[in-house]
């Protein structure tokens, strides 16, 4: 599964989400099975990339790029990190925004 994640600083599994607009770069996680960080590549934009599910601290994201792309959207509250995140989805606590 590839997880997309906008991020204000490159700090790896420490990188704590923000919404698009203020997003220094974007993470692009690669999960294997168990849910399993397998790879963080960090990108400038995602115009290129291809991906499940982006996820945001804001609700009212501008993420229809993101759903043209054919990806789902997930809420994180504001000061996640990747880790954690990544954890949240292993339990499903995020909600998803349609």
């Avoid at 989400?17 to 790879?39: H, K, W, Y």
């Avoid at 934009?45 to 994201?61: A, Q, W």
């Avoid at 759903?67 to 909600?95: H, N, Q």
């Amino acid at each position: 599964m590839r997880v997309l994640v906008p991020v204000r600083e490159k700090s790896g599994e420490e990188s704590i989400v923000c919404n698009v607009g203020d997003a220094g770069s974007f993470a692009l996680l690669e999960l294997g099975e168990g849910m399993e960080i397998v790879q963080i590549d960090f990108r400038d934009d995602f115009s290129d990339e291809l991906f499940d599910y982006i996820v945001t601290s804001d609700k009212n994201d501008d993420i229809d790029e993101a759903f043209e792309l054919g990806a789902r959207a997930l809420l994180a509250r504001p000061g996640m990190s990747i880790e954690e995140i990544v954890e949240a989805m292993m339990f499903r606590e995020l909600d998803e925004i349609a």
